[in-house]
């Protein structure tokens, strides 16, 4: 499997997921802000990945404090703030950055086991990603029967993680345990990461796969050709509701109608229990020239007024389950979450 983000002899490596499927291409990241920058345009994207990275964007920006540094807080509080400010849904990204910061708080006045514990930190939330990602997988099995097709949307696989993948984990482990099943995966407009990343990923491992255009879900349900849809999150509130990629929201509706089971595989990790609805998640609008364009090229006029969110709010009662790496939630949410989270 390529590895999405890699930390090597001081350096952190990601695949540019921008050029994918059509080019593997690494970038080098040598300072906090080129990794800022990396997650804001997304060479690196996903919610897990995106909390790896800012992890690993701060053991960058630690490395770089000289060892008589004074006030390392000052800049420490700097690096977090840029890191913070690079994409506001997915909750990984602030969850990754507060880890960061206790281990901050405990070695501050040392500047080089801050250094070495720093990124010891970074190194275990990607591993324990990827260590999570196999448990949603081996927990959520049990939801895809032989034979199942599966709708999925976006890529909630291994390029959005650390590794296995948390929508795409569960379906691997359903594959790798002799299940015949079939992938659908949703183009994802506007930035195609259904079209580019989830069918480049499952081609890779020779899981069936069949690409559509985002309209075209509702159709395939009436014929009775979706017969279950698990798809990632960005951010799960308290009560159950789940941002996820924009697009996601309408596939829910759309399974409640035709009583298709829909299921969220997410680490605890991207629960928000600052959140209390759905309301209280914020939703990030990107660059209009994504709708207007595709790979650079104009589809509608320069002017054309458009709306982008990158994300919609999916309510618990469409959610047939949210599958973590402990269980799988499927009522009560908030008296589950708190058990599962203290
Ligand atoms: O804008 P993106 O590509 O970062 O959005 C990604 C998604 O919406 C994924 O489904 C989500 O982060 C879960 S990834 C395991």
Same mark, same amino acid.
């Given at each position: ?174 594959? #790798?345990? /002799?299940?015949?099943?079939? *992938?659908?995966? %949703?183009?994802? &407009?506007?930035? $195609?990461? +259904? ?26 349900? #009436?014929? /009775?050709?979706?017969?279950? *849809?698990?798809? %990632?999150?960005? &951010?799960?509130? $308290?009560? +159950? ?36 609805? %759905? ?64």
């Amino acid at each position: 499997m390529i590895p999405t983000i890699e930390w090597k002899n001081g350096k952190v490596f990601m695949i540019d997921q921008r050029k994918l499927p059509f080019e593997e291409v690494f970038i080098e990241h040598s300072g906090y802000k080129d990794v800022a920058d990396s997650i804001k345009k997304m060479v690196i994207r996903g919610a897990p990945a995106i909390g790896v990275a800012a992890a690993m964007g701060v053991a960058l920006g630690v490395n770089n404090i000289d060892k008589n540094e004074k006030d390392p807080g000052i800049i420490f509080n700097e690096i977090v703030k840029v890191l913070g400010e690079t994409r506001p849904t997915a909750i990984n990204l602030f969850w990754a950055l507060d880890e960061m910061k206790k281990v901050f708080n405990l070695f501050q006045t040392n500047i080089p086991i801050l250094k070495k514990r720093i990124l010891e930190k970074a190194l275990e939330i990607k591993s324990d990603d990827e260590k999570t990602n196999k448990d949603i997988g081996r927990i959520g099995e049990v939801v895809i029967n032989d034979g199942d097709i599966v709708l999925t949307h976006c890529n909630a696989g291994s390029l959005a993680t650390a590794g296995y993948g948390t929508a795409l984990g569960v379906i691997r482990r359903a594959n #790798s345990s /002799g299940k015949k099943i079939s *992938v659908v995966a %949703g183009e994802t &407009r506007p930035f $195609l990461q +259904g079209a580019r990343l989830t069918v480049w990923e499952m081609q890779k491992e020779n899981i069936p796969v069949t690409l559509i255009t985002d309209n075209m879900a509702g159709h395939l349900m #009436s014929k /009775g050709r979706i017969d279950l *849809v698990i798809v %990632g999150a960005d &951010r799960i509130a $308290l009560n +159950g509701d789940t941002a996820n990629k924009i697009g996601t929201y309408s596939i829910a509706v759309l399974s409640k109608f035709h009583n298709i089971p829909f299921y969220v595989a997410a680490p605890l990790s991207t629960i928000d229990i600052g959140s209390a609805s %759905g309301n209280d998640i914020p939703i990030e609008e990107r660059d209009g020239n994504e709708v207007r364009e595709i790979f650079g090229k104009r589809i509608s006029l320069p002017e054309t007024k458009v709306v982008n969110p990158a994300f919609d709010v999916t309510p618990f009662s469409l959610i047939t389950g949210i599958i973590t790496e402990r269980k799988i939630i499927s009522s009560d949410p908030e008296s589950e979450i708190r058990t599962l989270i203290r």
